[in-house]
């Protein structure tokens, strides 16, 4: 059997789906007002009148002055669908009907209408908004589902694609029988956390015959695009695996020491330390040499904005604004709540694919679990990335921000450690009334590494490590 894919509109989704939408099924879109379903609805037929195909949007809860807004405000020219409002037509039949006798005949009259201007148009592709209304008229469950299966005898003997919308109710009928004559359940979900925007989500519930990516995937409503959802990554998903190559130093000899020469590709590097000790110092130093290599380097800045990075590095003798200017070095820099958990993980794995990345440096890593607020959910794609970078051959490291200033580390809410194959320790000491800074390679998975505690030394123009701990 031939396995003929539709596009549904959203190429996040089509990821999901692993290539769209089996043709000639009936799909359910669900979720409560609010949640984007007439957007993902309308960059359905969209995509479909793109390609030349006749398509229909059959709506009984908007009208098309409703459509045409929402439309408008991404930009979009709904001249290609066909837009058929039903309200007025079931509404005329009623006469002096009893209400059961009333309700019977406009789901009639409704779908008598849908059969029309099926046999007028022939579409490839039909919106059906919404099944709430069909639920209302029906006078109890058993005519609801009767009027379900005539729905779809319409359909079935038609090359059609069909999507039916519904606003679920709070409390889902859970036994409802009409769930299981669609080939797809597509569920839409939006929920406000205490502070920032709303978080979106999007879960393919059912779809019959297709291995999807199961579970949840984070999505948002974006002007212009849409409905956009990032699929999120799978640790067991297959990956191709490159080839390690040579260790990749700092440019700094006696701190590669420490680390037996360099540091593996394809490994995480864990860098923690407090406020001053030299944890973005670090990491720059090892972007900066990868740079001057010819080797391509991203950023991805939680807490300091792209200018105090540059003037930071430039007054340690890394100048960085040339490589950025020729893209080989990519920042990014994110406001608190501006970017999804899903998101950033897509947008992290698509430059290290396309741009053959050899260092990632997030920094922090402490403000990554703050602006994604869900710390388990974080933690999880955090490990998905990082196991794709390590296919990848890439060096990543993880900025880690300790609580307190010069004493003990306090109220650390998680064990972060065993995301990193080398961890590094940063601290600050005091000595005769100066601050020193303390390094210390606690932890590497892979080939030798100095246990002695080496000063680090950052000055105007200067950093490395001394030869000895004084």
Known sequence: MIDTRVTSGSEGLDTVLRGGLPSGNIYLLQGLPGTGKTTLALQFLLAGA?????????TLSQTASDLQRIAASHGWCLD????????SETGSEEGTQSIFQATDLRLDATRRAIEAVIVEHDPRRIVYDSLLEVRL??????RYQREMLGLRTIVSNRDMTVMLLDTVPEAEIKDSQSRGIVDGIITLDKTLPAFG????????????GVDIYDGWHDMDIRTGEGVAVFPRLAPGEKVDRLEGGELIRSGRDRLDSVFGGGMEPGTTTMVVGQAGSGKSTIASLYATAALERGERVALFLFEERVETFFRRSEGLGMDLRGHHASGRLKIYDFNPDEITAGEFSQLVQREADAND????VIDSFTGYMSALGNEGRALFDIQALLKHLAYRQVLTFLIVAQHGLLGENADVRLDLSFLGDTVLLLRLREVDGHIHRDLIAVKKRHGPHELAVRRLVIETGHVDVSEDDR
């Open 357 to 360: 990345l050899r260092v990632v």
């Open 80 to 87: 290609g669908i066909v837009i058929v409002e039903l309200q």
């Open 137 to 142: 008229l029906a006078p109890d469950l058993a």
């Open 50 to 58: 793109a390609k030349g195909e006749p398509v229909l949007y059959v």
């Open 197 to 208: 925007r709303a978080r979106r989500r999007i879960e393919v519930a059912k779809m019959r």
